[in-house]
């Protein structure tokens, strides 16, 4: 009774340990518009209704702190307002609300509908940049109507159709949201393998589109839209949006203080302060977003809830790169078993884009240790072939060895993410890696460890260089004693560094001076262009800065020493 008392309690404590923090929410979906210019869609309500269902039965988030808008509710003025409600709800939430983890909350923006661009206004050119000349927008139900009279803002327009809502826009309430929450969801300056990076913030904020929101969009001709039209891929695109004055929504610009938004230049829903959100969005800018030709859902919203919602992933596991992964990896090869078939075929033309500072946190969740961004997704086909999402951009080289991983998670006591064993690389090409199982060594004493297997695989796994076959990187110090306390042996030959003491022999030296350390180079090929040290320095402490260095030189080297197999230059 006492070890089954003790065992409920350490589930308990480890339940609480990986708790979503308070969840809040603006859930928008529309399939009815207005004006008879715009097509209806069939399937966008259905999405946000999924996504509702999904945060308040396996996220048991109460419906109190979720907003929802549909169809003809959803006017431009009412999503307005539903961000300034939103707003109010998060600032009257107190730290008794989450057992006293310092008032942190998460965000979740869901709009599933049509998306649109627009021309961007000359006046915009100081403080919004954008790719090529256009502004992205999400499209409310009553957009093109006309009024009676000059809205609120619209400054001698006469026609006075209700606009699209601009990326511009929608980036200024989502930093009034963190203002609210004393703007501390900027980035986290400590290194991301560490317990600091993830736990500085107080704020984590989602946006989910499934829209086309695309510059590029407009530009896809007749002929390459037919296929997906053909087979019932229905857009989720207006053209041609009503004119957007540029001091329409002057009133929200205003209201934003000095600190946020003068924060930077921006480009679009993927740009502007991306250290506040994390972007899920349905496809990329030069691509449409579909509605599913044989579910009642669009294409990325089905694909994202299959995976949601499967019993057998654990989202407190997951990643936001990670989720966009295994969508990513449904789109690629098709079906498997435990994703249980997450898209019903490939979509011409769609993939699903993961953006933000912070894509490597866990979902909806800023409270513990994220993915380590030195992870390299891999993949087995149904026929076995195992690929790594890297080549020789990335510094891959055939005979480079790798660490298999289950997921992209930096190991916690909590949680540790234990090797599965090893793979080497066979070829490359300049963005992908074949890899193959190698022999496993023997060990001269206790059980051998089990293989790594075909069969024991996932479909989708995780690799870190293990060891690289590539010529050594020679370095020496004023401070041998520090620089091998600093270097494990595992991080050497993972990265094929040799200590030397003769720093004339080295390609890099680290000279300590005090708390500081200087970095000196021979790379005959550019020393006399940019000398041979380096202008920047390290503090002596801080030894994942110095590994990030010496990675960030052995990828200098690597493309500087870089030749053409097919045509070799010859100095």
Request: proline share 7%; net charge negative; with cysteine.
């Amino acid at each position: 009774m006492v070890e089954s008392s003790t065992l409920q309690q350490s589930q308990t404590a480890r339940d609480s340990f990986f708790s979503l923090p308070p969840l809040y929410a603006l859930v928008i979906g529309i399939n009815a518009y207005i004006d008879p210019r715009y097509p209806s869609l069939r399937s966008a309500v259905k999405d946000a209704d999924d996504f509702n269902a999904y945060l308040t039965t396996k996220l048991q988030v109460p419906a109190e702190r979720i907003i929802n808008l549909r169809d003809t509710a959803a006017t431009r003025e009412a999503i307005l307002q539903a961000f300034e409600d939103l707003r109010s709800l998060t600032s009257a939430h107190s730290s008794s609300f989450d057992n006293g983890r310092n008032g942190d909350i998460g965000i979740i923006v869901f709009f599933a509908g049509h998306g649109t661009r627009g021309m961007k206004p000359k006046e915009w050119e100081e403080d919004w940049a954008t790719v090529g000349d256009y502004y992205e927008a999400l499209c409310p139900s009553d957009m093109g109507l006309r009024r009676g009279s000059p809205s609120t803002g619209a400054v001698g327009w006469e026609a006075d159709e209700v606009p699209a809502i601009p990326d511009r826009i929608i980036a200024a309430l989502i930093n009034r949201l963190s203002e609210t929450r004393g703007n501390n969801i900027v980035r986290s300056p400590h290194p991301p393998d560490t317990v600091e990076h993830n736990t500085l913030t107080t704020l984590n904020q989602t946006l989910i589109f499934d829209c086309c929101h695309s510059a590029g969009a407009s530009r896809t001709t007749d002929v390459e839209e037919s296929e997906p039209s053909r087979e019932g891929y229905v857009s989720r695109y207006i053209p041609s949006p009503p004119l957007l004055p540029h001091d329409y929504d002057r009133e929200i610009m205003a209201s934003l203080s000095r600190s946020t938004s003068g924060e930077g230049i921006a480009r679009g829903f993927s740009g502007k302060n991306l250290s506040s959100h994390v972007l899920l969005a349905a496809c990329g800018k030069e691509q449409f977003a579909h509605e599913h030709p044989k579910k009642p859902n669009g294409v990325f919203s089905y694909a994202l809830m299959r995976v949601l919602d499967n019993p057998k992933i654990d989202i407190r596991s997951l990643t936001y790169t990670s989720l966009m992964s295994s969508i990513e990896y449904a789109q690629v090869v098709g079906p498997f078993s435990l994703l249980q078939s997450l898209l019903f075929t490939a979509i011409p033309r769609q993939n699903a884009h993961c953006q933000g500072a912070e894509v490597n946190r866990r979902l909806f969740n800023h409270r513990i240790q994220g993915g380590d961004p030195r992870f390299i997704l891999g993949f087995k086909s149904k026929t076995g072939d195992l690929t790594l999402d890297a080549g020789t951009i990335q510094g891959i080289t055939v005979g480079c060895k790798v660490a298999v991983y289950h997921s992209n998670l930096l190991p916690i006591p909590e949680q540790p993410n234990l090797s599965l064993g090893s793979l080497i690389v066979t070829a490359v090409d300049s963005a992908s890696a074949t890899l193959a199982f190698q022999p496993t060594p023997p060990t001269s004493s206790g059980p051998a460890p089990k293989p790594l297997t075909l069969s024991s695989l996932h479909p989708l796994f995780y690799c870190r260089i293990s060891q690289r076959p590539s010529e050594t990187l020679i370095i020496s110090s004023n401070s041998i004693s520090w620089l091998e306390s600093a270097l494990s042996p595992e991080f050497r030959a993972s990265h094929s560094l040799t200590i030397t003491t003769d720093t004339k022999a080295a390609n890099l030296v680290f000279i300590l001076e005090g708390d500081i350390v200087h970095l000196d180079h021979s790379f005959p090929l550019v020393d006399t262009h940019i000398g041979t040290r380096s202008p920047h320095t390290i503090p002596v402490g801080d030894i994942w800065l110095l590994r990030q260095v010496i990675q960030s030189v052995i990828s200098f080297r690597f493309h500087l020493l870089r030749t053409n197999p097919d045509l070799p230059q010859k100095f």
